[in-house]
């Protein structure tokens, strides 16, 4: 089950080229100032914009695999998330959340069956992580996934991750604060004008 | 029972004014500021309808299949713009003028050849004093009803661009990313067509048949004309609103499963 993620001449519009080889369990933090194309880069692995180069999940090459099929196998959480239904639960696949993965997120059993519109912006988030990660990916993007999130609520999506990461689920993502990085024994790097260049604090 | 039909004269028709004109001087006697909109819509009303008169007079007189095709084309020419004006965002490229004005012209056109041959059946088919005015019924309702449902799409869309990529990454397919936003649409584009079905008899009398009622036709049969055009105009306006909403839900996403609003132009200014 365990893939690596090979990223290779991957260019879109505004950002690239970037080659990037993640390891099965891998972790990778990217940083950088804002607008550097951070937020892009993940869309584009995700192929969520149009992109040109070539993604590969093990060796299953991403142009050969269906859109859904990839984002459902390398699946990205985005900054800000969006809902389209009135219930929590709508927006897992079957309908109802894993109360074992809502709890290592600290978030109650009956967060399933709250209205979004009376989540706050930390519950939100996590239950963005966790939808994601009921898909069951190979490879996770997280964009600044703690940046809303207070000390408690951090610890316990870093301490998910960590587990995803010994599960062998490359994780990429992209967060400001290095300490972070460190916790998650992440290998850091910066992206700057949408090409990476090198690794954090070098420049 | 046919009563004889009651000509009119010019001075009749100049009469009938008057109280337009009193609506002017209110106007500018309440400092409404609207007396300048009135007189020139007005005047563009009357200056539009003798031009058509004379048009189609013509037209009747030289009766060509030809000709009576071009007149029509000319009509989803302008409705297409309308289309088109009415839409606060709408795609980039020719999309924003062709999608709504193919889908009105194809399902209007695939009616009005329809009911010609085979229900009202003038002698020939395509005889312009049939075809023209029916063509133009049909095409202006689903004119009304397909720049409300793509008004609506690409507003929605723009709106709920979040929503839906929160499906596309969760793996929907484009289609049903953007189902409840599409079903949106198509609501808003079928509800002038529902409203009016519903509304027609009780609360107003269709323009169409009361015409036929004034000009001294049997109201029985002005009925039956009223309903068979209510059904041709439901039937086109159904048909063209839902070709154009889809085509448009195909043109903002791609094989790839992305939301493109990059074919979305900004706000009309």
């Not at chain 2, 690409?154 to 953007?178: C, M, N, P, S």
């Amino acid at each position: 089950m365990a893939s690596e993620l090979r990223i290779e001449k991957l260019k879109t519009a505004l950002i690239g080229p970037i080659d990037l080889r993640l390891g099965a369990g891998e972790c990778v933090a990217i940083s950088g100032p804002s607008g550097a194309g951070k937020s892009l880069f993940l869309r584009a692995v995700a192929d969520l914009d149009p992109n040109d180069g070539e993604v590969f999940l093990g060796d299953r090459p991403r142009s050969a695999c269906p859109a859904p099929d990839w984002r459902r196998a390398v699946a990205l959480v985005p900054a800000e998330s969006g809902w389209w239904a009135d219930i929590v639960a709508d927006h897992f696949s079957g309908g109802r959340p894993d109360p074992a993965l809502l709890s290592a997120l600290g978030l109650p059993d009956d967060a399933a069956s709250w209205t979004v519109a009376r989540l706050s912006t930390g519950e939100r988030h996590r239950l963005a992580i966790a939808r994601a990660i009921a898909l069951g990916p190979q490879a996770l993007l997280l964009d600044e996934p703690t940046a809303a999130l207070d000390p408690a609520a951090t610890e316990a999506v870093e301490k998910l991750i960590r587990k995803l990461l010994g599960d062998g689920i490359a994780v990429l993502l992209v967060t400001h604060a290095a300490e972070q990085a460190e916790r998650l024994g992440a290998r850091r790097l910066r992206l700057e004008n949408g090409r990476l260049a090198g690794p954090a604090g070098a420049s | 029972m046919t009563s004889a039909y009651i000509a009119l004269s010019y001075w009749d028709v100049a009469l009938a004014a008057i109280f337009l004109v009193l609506n002017g001087a209110l106007s500018l006697l309440l400092r409404l500021q609207l007396e300048r909109q009135l007189a020139i819509s007005a005047l563009r009303m009357v200056v539009q309808l003798f031009l058509v008169g004379l048009v189609l007079k013509t037209v009747f007189a030289i009766a060509s299949p030809w000709l009576t095709l071009l007149i029509a084309l000319v009509m989803v020419g302008f409705a297409g713009r309308e289309i088109r004006a009415r839409q606060e965002r709408r795609l980039r490229g020719v999309w924003g003028y062709g999608l709504g004005a193919g889908a009105m012209m194809l399902a209007g056109m695939i009616v009005t050849t329809t009911a010609l041959t085979t229900q009202i059946g003038p002698d020939p088919w395509w005889s312009p004093r049939y075809a023209l005015p029916l063509f133009g019924m049909i095409l202006g309702n689903a004119m009304t009803g397909i720049s409300l449902a793509l008004d609506t799409l690409t507003t929605t869309v723009h709106r709920e661009k979040l929503a839906i990529e929160a499906q596309l990454l969760l793996g929907y397919r484009r289609f049903d990313a953007v189902a409840p936003f599409t079903r949106r649409a198509l609501r808003a584009g079928f509800m002038p067509i529902i409203n009016s079905m519903a509304a027609t008899g009780i609360v107003f009398l269709p323009g169409m048949m009361t015409g036929q009622i004034l000009s001294g036709v049997d109201p029985a049969e002005a009925v039956k004309y009223q309903i068979l055009v209510m059904f041709l105009i439901g039937g086109a306006t159904g048909l063209g609103v839902l070709g154009a909403v889809l085509a448009s839900v195909w043109r903002l996403t791609d094989n790839r499963h992305r939301l493109r609003l990059d074919r979305l132009g900004g706000p009309a200014a």
